[in-house]
């Protein structure tokens, strides 16, 4: 059936604006269809089934979660609240389980997350797991259908009987600290928790590691305060590198809206980019793999330095480039055997040591035990001496090209055909083109990036060189190339 609401099923989640694309009718629905979906999945019967829920701190967000859970507990299945906690709470709870008094000796079968993530105030929506994965694009068409195509607008009130609150942050903090011991003796680390679900577990669990902590804005709020929750927008952490560099902290470290992505600053207040983030991950790892003659499998994604793929194979990792999305990197990563992924927007996976999904409170875990182990040997160590390999060229940041939705395709297509018909466009040699996402245009030492936006009427950009005046020249080509398409396309 023809639905207001059918816009608001995304590629990976469930996503927009609060009382217009969603509202409490919607999450009622869903949870009722969820379980459909569920059941199409398992053997269960509903009366077995367990459902963890919780949510991010939006002002919105329990209205919504109590709609959910009325809808889960309407068709029979039970409920687990664990209440506000970060987006990896809630994988977690699938991954690590709950007690088993809580159901019944049954395992958990799914949980439900509220969130929007990194997106305004304004914004909600729902990312659910089954089988400890997020569900894909194919999963949410299908629980889409089931959701429209059985609809009701009669509203009841949730079986309370079916529902059991559990904070289940202690267990994860006593997990983490079972896991770690006291790896943050020494370290100093500031944590911008951008008044968003990572202040609850963080700065805590960073102390009980043996950290000392400067808290910024660890007090959830919805309406963000502060700063919006991006730390892959560097402006979101001007504070952040303020008070490292007086605090003289070792990193600092920042959290988006429900805590799957990581920003990093170091201890002179220089962001670090994802793909320098990653690598900083990568090679401690390979270090690791060679005591025990492996070759660990990394990936990322096309928007990345090419100083990341080179150095991690050329240290005896395997580099695997893939799509953007986090999507595509969980397929990748299974696909591969992969034990460490990670994309520019801080997003980063950890199978190694962990269950495999993005957990920017257990990533921050990991760089601080990185900066203590070598702090031990040399009390003058910085996580910038990882990144020597970055000091052989110039990466701009990644730049966003206005382009009608409608107009992305043609645009991209042109593109291809004028690289195509003249090589010497951008005035260095071609060496190699990758068209796995968009065109990714190599060059010796370098590489110019084009790639339609999924989210947003933009493409996306990024280049790369030897030098800042090479960059500049490749980038200059791209764009001017653009402006003379699209001046044509839109005419």
Same mark, same amino acid.
């Given at each position: 059936?023809?639905?207001?609401? @059918? !816009? ?33 999945? @398992? ?6 089934? &367990? ?5 991010? =701190? ?6 919504? @979660? ?16 664990? /209440? ?11 991954? =690590? ?18 969130? =929007? ?54 267990? &994860? ?6 896991? %770690? ?28 590691? /043996? ?16 700063? !919006? ?18 605090? !003289? ?21 220089? %962001? ?8 900083? &991950? ?43 999305? !986090? ?14 992924? /990670? ?20 990533? /921050? ?26 000091? =052989? ?53 370098? %590489? ?44």
């Amino acid at each position: 059936m023809e639905n207001k609401y @059918s !816009h608001a099923f995304g590629k990976n989640d469930i996503r927009g604006i609060y009382e217009e694309d969603i509202t409490e009718e919607l999450f009622y629905n869903v949870g009722r269809g969820f379980v459909k979906y569920l059941k199409s999945l @398992s053997s269960k019967e509903e009366a077995s089934m &367990y459902i963890t829920v919780c949510m991010d =701190a939006r002002t919105h967000s329990p209205s919504l @979660s109590d709609a959910l859970q009325a809808g889960i507990t309407s068709t029979g299945a039970h409920v687990i609240n664990l /209440g506000l906690a970060p987006t990896p709470i809630g994988y977690y709870s699938e991954a =690590a389980g709950v007690p088993s008094w809580l159901t019944n000796g049954e395992k958990v079968i799914a949980a439900c997350i509220i969130t =929007a993530s990194h997106n305004p105030k304004e914004y909600n929506g729902l990312k659910m797991t089954y089988n400890r994965q997020t569900l894909n694009e194919e999963q949410i068409k299908e629980l889409k259908a089931l959701t429209l195509d059985n609809w009701t607008n009669e509203i009841k009130p949730a079986n309370t009987q079916l529902i059991q609150d559990y904070n289940i942050i202690p267990s &994860y903090i006593d997990d983490m600290v079972s896991r %770690f011991g006291r790896i943050g003796d020494g370290v100093k680390v500031v944590v911008d928790s951008a008044n968003a679900t990572g202040g609850i577990v963080g700065p805590e669990l960073y102390r009980k590691l /043996g950290c000392e902590v400067v808290e910024l804005f660890s007090e959830p709020d919805g309406t963000f305060p502060n700063h !919006h929750p991006n730390p892959s927008v560097e402006k979101t952490l001007d504070t952040l590198k303020e008070v490292v560099v007086k605090e !003289h902290a070792d990193v600092g470290i920042a959290y988006d809206g429900d805590s799957d992505r990581i920003g990093v600053v170091d201890n002179c207040g220089k %962001f670090l980019t994802g793909d320098k983030l990653l690598l900083i &991950y990568a090679q401690e790892l390979i270090n690791t793999c060679k005591n025990d003659n492996i070759c660990p499998i990394v990936v990322s994604e096309v928007k990345c330095s090419q100083v990341l793929f080179d150095t991690i194979n050329k240290l005896g990792g395997e580099a695997v480039m893939c799509k953007t999305g !986090h999507g595509y990197i969980k397929s990748k990563m299974k696909e591969t055997g992969a034990i460490l992924a /990670g994309e520019m927007s801080g997003h980063t996976f950890f199978k190694d040591r962990y269950y495999g999904y993005d957990d920017a409170i257990y990533a /921050g875990c990991r760089i601080i035990e990185i900066i203590a182990k070598h702090k031990k040997s040399n009390p003058a160590f910085t996580i910038c001496d990882m990144l020597k390999p970055f000091d =052989a060229v110039y990466s701009s940041p990644e730049l966003r090209y206005p382009c009608p939705n409608e107009l992305k395709k043609a645009t991209l297509e042109t593109v291809k055909e004028k690289i195509n018909s003249d090589k010497s466009i951008f005035g260095s040699e071609i060496k190699d083109i990758i068209t796995l996402d968009g065109m990714r245009i190599v060059f010796d030492g370098g %590489f110019a990036l084009i790639r339609q936006s999924n989210t947003e009427p933009v493409f996306t950009l990024r280049f790369e060189a030897k030098t800042k005046d090479e960059c500049d020249k490749i980038q200059a080509a791209m764009t001017g190339m653009l402006d003379e398409i699209l001046k044509v396309g839109t005419k």
